[in-house]
């Protein structure tokens, strides 16, 4: 389940923002599988085009686990913009999302 | 420490157990935490938590060849390697060689939101990483409650830790959890509902105003242990817990009898001195010479060639070779040829467990043949008398093992009984010698008697002592119908009996003298009765002799008259010529 989504937006007139964001998950699982759609689905929403989602599975990859202090799972960190931003659960509650990864500010 | 548990019952259904390495830890657990399963340590910030597990790690990868995984919660791996290479450890280089991994988990809370479901898989896949790279078979969380600070969701937190600890035992490593002390229950998260298997608390007392940390195993799920609360500190070596009951009181004795340096103190002891390897007990109030005693025991030993410590808690070092100096005790060149040591140390310094670390440790180092303390009581006030007496009993149940002869002096408070004030020590030792003050004609004069010697015929008297400039002399005390007499009285009473014979000398003389004169007064007047005799003798022969001459001149005169009645006149001159006085006479 290793996706790579990268897309630029020409459309955006505003000095191009990429959003790198890491999506930390344990095989296959429900919660997994849930978190990546609904991460998806908030970034096609409010940054379509400038965002990029790297999924890292530590079943295959576990040392990759230490670097971003990786506890709980699923995780969403956000690489960039900085600060570096964490949320973890499977996403399932839109307004902490919004919140936690501050799209709030990067949508207004 | 492993092999001397393993005979007790039945050894089929023995717990598999992990040896910790720590010093007396392993004696109280009967040979270390249970292996292969989580044990919980727990107790309030600063009484060694952290350590504990480090130390566990450590000596497990160091001593027992068993790799460890150190996941902190709190410190930074940089941190505790610094914190740890205070107690000479070397966890850094553990690290480079596999031998321990760090990892450092750290989640601050305003950083992380949550949203929806989580697990805390990503905790089990680094443990199982750090556990996998290099085999661990030990695994320290210290301290896994700062999740409960980082993830607000506690129902999943709790749900997510039973499954770690299912999951720690499925894997089979020996895990110890740090946890905080709680309020009402021993951590203040509930940890202890899902470590159920060995739970340890530590715990760190102030009592008058010295700080001694405690440690005790709460439960330990299918295997005897210590259940009492043992004292530990944390030295330059780690950890060591110090069990207060020794386990058996089986050590070797001697027969050989060691000098006391005071030979008439060793003739009190059955003429030759203490049992090597007994602990001597010194007592009496202060300025009664216990120093110079003690002093004198060590110099005694030292020139035997016996190295002697000496623990003074009192007076520096120097000061006591030049107080000892003064009284013609020759220190100095006994502790420049490496055979007297002195270790002084202000009481008040540390609680009484350094103080008994710091001695084991001295005493492991020099290897004496004889130890002094001096006084030991200055130790008493840093504990509760329980305490202290647990402590003279293990510092003499150590050096009873190790067959050292050990002199404690003890400050006895003016005007308590002497025995009673010790009653609690007393016990524990072989040989007593009282040394007391009597004080009277204006002075003070110590005597000294030995109250108690374990194993030996003793003298049961009390000897005066003396301290000139060449030492100790020990003399007898005047003990007669008016009681114990020392110092001044005591060479008052001996002129005083002086006297008494020479006047009673004098009056025998005195006495001869008069019987002679009586013998010669009677014999003169035996000579005078003699001589009155005499003359009253003569007296008598003249006046018989005087009756007879008057008898003839009657004879005479009737033969005249005779003849001037015409009687024969021859009869008449014839009387004449042969008495012309009486004839004159009564011519």
């Keep these: ?93 839109t307004e902490r999302v919004l919140v936690g990864l501050d799209l709030r500010a990067a949508v207004n | 420490m492993k092999t001397n548990r393993s005979t007790p019952v039945s050894p089929g259904a023995r717990l598999p157990k992990c040896p910790t390495g720590i010093q007396g830890l392993d004696e109280i657990t009967g040979g270390g935490l249970p292996r292969g399963r989580p044990t919980l340590v727990c107790g309030g910030a600063g009484c060694g938590k952290t350590l504990l597990a480090a130390e566990f790690l450590v000596r497990g990868a160091v001593q027992f060849d ?29 690290v480079r060689r596999k031998k321990i991994a760090i990892d ?19 905790l089990f896949v680094r443990l199982g990483h ?31 830790l039973r499954r770690l600890f299912r999951w720690l035992k499925d894997k089979g490593v020996t895990a110890v959890i740090t946890a905080e002390r709680g309020r009402e229950q021993l951590t203040r998260h509930g940890l202890e509902e899902y470590v159920s298997d060995c739970v340890i608390l530590l715990d760190h007392r102030v009592y008058d105003q010295i700080a001694t940390r405690h440690l005790r195993v709460v439960k330990y799920r299918g295997a005897l242990h210590g259940t009492n609360e043992f004292p530990f500190l944390i030295g330059d070596k780690g950890i060591s817990v110090l069990p207060i009951t020794s386990l058996a009181l089986n050590h070797k004795v001697s027969n050989e009898r060691i000098a006391t340096g005071i030979p008439r103190l060793d003739a009190m002891l059955g003429g030759r001195g203490f049992f090597r390897g007994s602990s001597i007990l010194l007592t009496g109030t202060s300025g009664t010479g216990k120093t110079i005693i003690a002093a004198n025991f060590a110099q005694a030993a030292a020139r035997r060639g016996e190295r002697t410590l000496f623990f003074s808690f ?67 006030d840093s504990g509760t008398a329980s305490e202290c007496k647990g402590m003279v009993t293990r510092l003499i149940d150590y050096l009873k093992a190790g067959q050292v002869t050990s002199l404690f002096t003890s400050l006895t408070q003016g005007g308590q009984a002497l025995e009673q004030s010790e009653s609690a020590m007393s016990s524990l030792m072989d040989a007593w010698i009282l040394l007391q003050d009597f004080e009277g004609n204006g002075e003070r004069n110590r005597v000294l008697y030995v109250l108690k010697a374990r194993g030996m015929k003793h003298s049961n008297q009390i000897r005066e002592f003396l301290i000139s400039d060449h030492g100790i002399d020990v003399v007898d005390a005047y003990i007669g119908p008016s009681g114990v007499l020392t110092g001044s009285a005591r060479a008052a009473q001996n002129s005083l009996e002086k006297a ?18 009586k013998r010669a007064a009677l014999e003169r007047q035996i000579s005078g009765l003699r001589s009155d005799y005499e003359t009253e003798a003569e007296e008598l022969r003249r006046i018989a002799e005087q009756v007879g001459t008057s008898t003839l001149m009657l004879t005479t005169e009737r033969a005249a008259s005779g003849l001037l009645r015409q009687a024969d006149i021859k009869v008449v001159a014839a009387i004449t010529r042969s008495n012309p006085r009486n004839g004159k006479a009564h011519r």
């Design chain 2, 500 to 517: 008494a014979v020479l006047a009673s000398q004098q009056e025998a003389a005195q006495l001869k003298r008069a019987v002679e004169r």
């Design chain 2, 104 to 122: 450092y988990v750290h989640i601050e809370r305003s950083e992380v939101q949550e949203s929806g479901e989580y697990d805390l898989e990503g």
């Design chain 2, 66 to 94: 068993e790799p460890g995984v150190l996941m902190a919660f709190e410190e930074t791996e940089v941190e505790l390697k610094a914190n740890v290479a205070s107690l000479g450890f070397d966890l850094a280089g553990l």
């Design chain 2, 130 to 160: 750090a556990i996998d790279s290099i085999g661990a078979k030990r695994v320290v969380l210290d301290t896994l409650e700062a999740l409960f600070a980082s993830l607000p969701n506690e129902a999943i937190l709790r749900a997510e």
């Design chain 2, 314 to 380: 009192e007076e520096s070092p120097n000061q006591i070779i030049r107080n000892m100096h003064s009284i013609g005790l020759r220190l100095e060149p006994l502790v420049k040829r490496g055979l007297l040591r002195f270790q002084s140390a202000r009481p008040s310094l540390y609680g009484l467990e350094m103080h008994l670390a710091t001695m084991f440790k001295e005493i492991a180092a020099f290897q004496p043949a004889v130890v002094i303390v001096d006084p030991i009581t200055s130790l008493m």
């Design chain 1, 1 to 93: 389940m290793k996706i790579k989504t990268a897309k630029r937006s020409a459309s955006q007139s505003k000095p191009a923002k990429l959003w790198q964001l890491r999506l930390y998950v344990m095989d296959q699982t429900p919660k997994s599988v849930t978190a990546f759609a609904n991460l998806k689905s908030f970034c096609e929403s409010h940054l379509k085009g400038r965002y990029r989602i790297t999924v890292i599975d530590l079943l295959k990859q576990p040392q990759l686990a230490k670097g971003d202090q990786i506890l709980a799972i699923p995780m969403v960190v956000r690489k960039l913009p900085k600060p570096v931003r964490t949320i973890i659960g499977n996403l399932s509650d």
